[in-house]
Antibody
């Protein structure tokens, strides 16, 4: 059974940094398209970044240069390193595995990041 | 970026009603479209991929259609567990983008 468990969210001051983790089980992250998607409170979904295979990484413009996706294959874990956080980054962050390469088939429960002073 | 426009943003319906949600892409995306259902406090759930392929375990009252720029999600007979917010998503080009969501509420 595919399971994704995020951790690392919390309250951070503007300009601060945070690293989110997503522990995967039931499959290998190295063989899947793994993404981060976020959802501000009461709002819609926004894709942030994807990692696949040996070197494919892509990110949305609003987070390029601030957020970095990575994974540790030995731990079967996905990460999102976030820096230069802003109030508008406040959201629930979901770790997502693909379905048939293109779609967001498996979602974690989400972790809330709140950026506030 | 491919803009995805969903309508309506909300709909009130009775149990047993037929509900149709539309999603329009800013440019042609073939059938690289998915629909998700999200209940309050929960992660989204993939319902339909490839515009019309129902995911395993999803009730047959859900159906999807369309190609190019215009797509629909239809719930043929609304059930109490279907009250939720629905999102479309284009997977044709990067960045993947979502519609703004349609909240289906009890009338």
């Amino acid at each position: 059974e595919v399971q994704l468990v995020e951790s690392g969210g919390g309250l951070v001051q503007p300009g601060g940094s945070l690293r989110l983790s997503c522990a995967a089980s039931g499959f290998t992250v190295s063989g899947s398209y793994m993404s981060w998607v976020r959802q501000p409170p009461g709002k819609g979904l926004e894709w942030l970044s994807v990692i696949y295979g040996g070197s494919y990484i892509d990110s949305a413009d609003p987070v390029k240069g601030r957020f970095t996706i990575s994974r540790d294959d030995s731990k079967n874990t996905l990460y999102l390193q976030m820096s230069g956080l802003r109030a508008e980054d406040t959201a629930v962050y979901y770790c997502v595995r693909d379905f048939n390469d293109y779609y967001f088939g498996y979602w974690g429960q989400g972790t809330l990041v709140t950026v506030s002073s | 970026d491919v803009q995805m426009t969903q309508s309506p943003s909300s709909v009130s319906a009775y149990v047993g009603d037929r509900v149709t949600i539309t999603c329009r892409a800013g440019r042609g995306i073939s059938t690289y479209l998915a629909w998700y259902q999200q209940k309050p406090g929960k992660a989204p759930k993939l319902l339909i991929s490839g515009a019309s392929s129902l995911q395993s375990g999803v009730p047959s009252r859900f159906s999807g259609s369309g190609s190019g720029t215009d797509f629909t999600l239809t719930i043929s007979s609304l059930q109490p567990e279907d009250f939720a917010t629905y999102y479309c998503h284009q997977a044709k080009s990067s960045p993947p983008t979502f519609g703004g969501g349609t909240k289906v509420e009890i009338k």
